[in-house]
């Protein structure tokens, strides 16, 4: 049986440990069990990038291309529209002042923007350099290293720090 790499998500846990996890399981995750709200409670292995009070922005561990970025709010929600219109304009407005510095930071045509909302039940905006069509349908990159994560996070944050997001 294939997998796609969007039916698994990868859980961590405090000490680093990575778990797959299937759709149907984090279909019945609550707010205690979301990675992605250990994350914005600063718990979990993950390469943060930027962040304000409500939302974070780091890399995402399978990434399409380098420098595939994942921007949520720190608040937990299921689904983009059930945001409150404020943080649902505010998510929009940081996805696009991201898109400058991760373009400028790998050297990309254009970022790509997924918003699906399966692989974990909260809402994440993938920001994906691309350089040409059809990227956004490639299956994420494994076995990338703490060195070429650390390495494109410096990139990306340099960028960002230039443009005083």
């Given at each position: 049986?294939?997998?796609?790499?969007?039916?698994?998500?990868?859980?961590?846990?405090?000490?680093?440990?990575?778990?797959?996890?299937?759709?149907?399981?984090?279909?019945?995750?609550?707010?205690?069990?979301?990675?992605?709200?250990?994350?914005?409670?600063?718990?979990?292995?993950?390469?943060?990038?930027?962040?304000?009070?409500?939302?974070?922005?780091?890399?995402?561990?399978?990434?399409?291309?380098?420098?595939?970025?994942?921007?949520?709010?720190?608040?937990?929600?299921?689904?983009?529209?059930?945001?409150?219109?404020?943080?649902?304009?505010?998510?929009?407005?940081?996805?696009?002042?991201?898109?400058?510095?991760?373009?400028?930071?790998?050297?990309?045509?254009?970022?790509?923007?997924?918003?699906?909302?399966?692989?974990?039940?909260?809402?994440?905006?993938?920001?994906?350099?691309?350089?040409?069509?059809?990227?956004?349908?490639?299956?994420?990159?494994?076995?990338?290293?703490?060195?070429?994560?650390?390495?494109?996070a410096e990139k990306i944050?340099?960028?960002?720090?230039?443009?005083?997001?």
């Open positions: 049986m294939k997998i796609s790499r969007r039916q698994f998500i990868i859980a961590g846990t405090s000490v680093g440990v990575f778990t797959l996890v299937s759709q149907n399981q984090t279909a019945a995750q609550n707010k205690s069990e979301c990675v992605f709200c250990e994350f914005a409670s600063k718990r979990g292995k993950f390469v943060k990038l930027w962040e304000d009070k409500n939302f974070l922005a780091f890399l995402d561990y399978r990434p399409i291309t380098e420098g595939h970025t994942l921007l949520i709010p720190k608040q937990h929600f299921d689904y983009l529209f059930d945001m409150p219109d404020k943080l649902y304009g505010k998510i929009l407005k940081h996805a696009k002042q991201l898109s400058k510095p991760i373009k400028t930071a790998m050297d990309a045509k254009r970022i790509g923007v997924i918003i699906e909302g399966f692989g974990v039940n909260h809402v994440h905006i993938h920001l994906v350099p691309i350089n040409k069509g059809g990227e956004l349908s490639k299956k994420g990159t494994v076995g990338v290293t703490e060195e070429e994560f650390a390495k494109t944050k340099s960028k960002i720090s230039e443009n005083k997001i």
